[in-house]
């Protein structure tokens, strides 16, 4: 009695199945006792009585006294339905006026309620007026006019092209899919053999009907330069000056490959000492000036222009003013030229803006070291207990009370 009693608190349709062979253990009088009983609760609300298994007797086949509580039931205000299960004989019939039911119910009470007002006023259905005498006909194209007309006339309408698909049915087996016909150019040369290809190239695009006579007169132009005497070997010879120049090239190059193939051979993976335990210098400016005169390049003169750049930075050094001792050894202490500022005072001004700056970097600072751990690869949990996890959750202790 519970569940049919819940059934009263559901906005549904109600559908009471009743047995008519009576082979579910109660007889149809006691059936329809048990719908009169609870009845009361299905008030306002689509109800069906579904008489059941008439498959296996009809109602015509009842006696008087069942064939009497069946009208009964239709006296109450109910809507009485007959289907099978088994022969699937009235359920369409029976679904469909209980969808009909509980959606007229449910309209109905939307509009007994409080917004159907508000729906109304919202809405404004407007009706057309004629505003005056004038036809406006509508308009309609020219073709579609003649269209109607060769239809109405029974003229004969142009073909429908045929497709490709509609041939393909047509030959069945015999079909063939011939892409060619289709081509834009004349017809005689449509199916002639398309030139192969080679290396990427079409041997078609290169075929040139008057190429014998271009051959000819290109010989003829070559003829008329070799008699202007244009390849003489006397024109292409190089003077003295050029010959030494790729001479020097020669052995600047046979000396470049020397180098690189002893460099190959000397590159070894032993430890290396220190330059104090090291081998002597061997670079030297009598050395440089042999290398140099090797290759075919003045060594007094490379070593005058050494000469004149040692003189140049000695006299600048004369110029510069002579520190005093303290000064001196003040320069020997430090690692930094005393002529360039340190990166951080350098542009300012005096002491107090070196001060101030160094105050208003750190002040800057400030907000990204607060934020530093806040990484996406750190372990920084921003947030300990968030609320969408942990919201609802009761701890160890009494349950009796939320």
């Known amino acids: 009695m519970q569940a049919i009693t819940a059934l009263a608190h559901l906005r549904a349709a109600v ?4 047995d008519i062979s009576e082979q579910c253990g109660h007889t149809l009088e006691e059936q329809v006792k048990l719908f009169s009983s609870i009845k009361p609760l299905f008030a306002n609300k689509p109800l069906v009585v579904v008489v059941n298994k008439i498959d296996i007797i009809r109602v015509e ?17 109910a809507l009485v339905l007959f289907m099978s299960t088994v022969t699937g004989e009235g359920v369409m019939e029976v679904r469909q006026e209980a969808c009909d039911l509980l959606l007229a119910s449910r309209v109905e009470m939307k509009v007994k ?16 007026c004629k505003r ?22 029974g003229e004969v309408k142009r073909p429908k092209r045929r497709l490709e698909r509609d041939i393909e049915l047509e030959q069945s087996e015999e079909y063939f899919l011939d892409l060619k016909k289709n081509y834009d150019i004349p017809e005689k040369e449509r199916w002639d053999v398309i030139p192969e290809v080679w290396n990427g190239k079409n041997i078609g695009d290169y075929i040139d009907r ?19 005497g244009e390849y003489d070997e006397e024109m292409w010879s190089d003077d003295d000056e050029t010959e030494e120049i790729h001479k020097l090239a020669g052995q600047i190059k046979r000396k470049f490959s020397i180098m690189r193939e002893e460099a190959r051979v000397n590159r070894t993976e032993k430890p290396k000492l220190g330059r104090e335990h090291g081998r002597q210098r ?28 040692s003189s140049a930075s ?89």
């Open 314 to 402: 000695t006299s600048r050094a004369e110029k510069r003013p002579r520190l005093s001792l303290s000064q001196s050894q003040a320069s020997h202490t430090t690692t930094r030229s005393q002529s360039r500022p340190s990166r951080d005072k350098s542009g300012q001004r005096d002491e107090v803006m070196v001060q101030k700056t160094r105050k208003m970097a750190k002040k800057a600072q400030n907000k990204m070291n607060h934020d530093a751990r806040k990484g996406e690869s750190d372990r920084k949990i921003v947030t300990l207990k968030p609320k969408h996890l942990f919201a609802g959750k009761r701890t160890i202790g009494k349950t009796d009370r939320r």
């Open 113 to 128: 309620g409080k917004k159907h007002n508000e729906v109304l006023n919202r809405l404004h259905v407007a009706m057309p």
């Open 282 to 309: 061997e670079r030297s400016e009598s050395r440089l000036r042999a290398q140099m005169e090797d290759v075919g390049i003045d060594g007094e003169e490379l070593a005058g222009k050494r000469r004149s750049r």
């Open 15 to 18: 559908l009471y199945f009743m």
């Open 210 to 228: 008057d190429i014998e006579e271009k051959l000819r007169q290109l010989e003829e132009e070559e003829d008329a330069r070799e008699a202007a």
């Open 132 to 153: 005056d005498d004038k036809e406006r006909p509508a308009c309609i194209p020219d073709n579609i006019v003649r269209k109607r007309e060769a239809m109405d006339t």
């Open 61 to 77: 086949d009842l006696n008087e006294s069942d064939k009497a509580l069946i009208e009964s039931l239709r006296a109450e205000s």
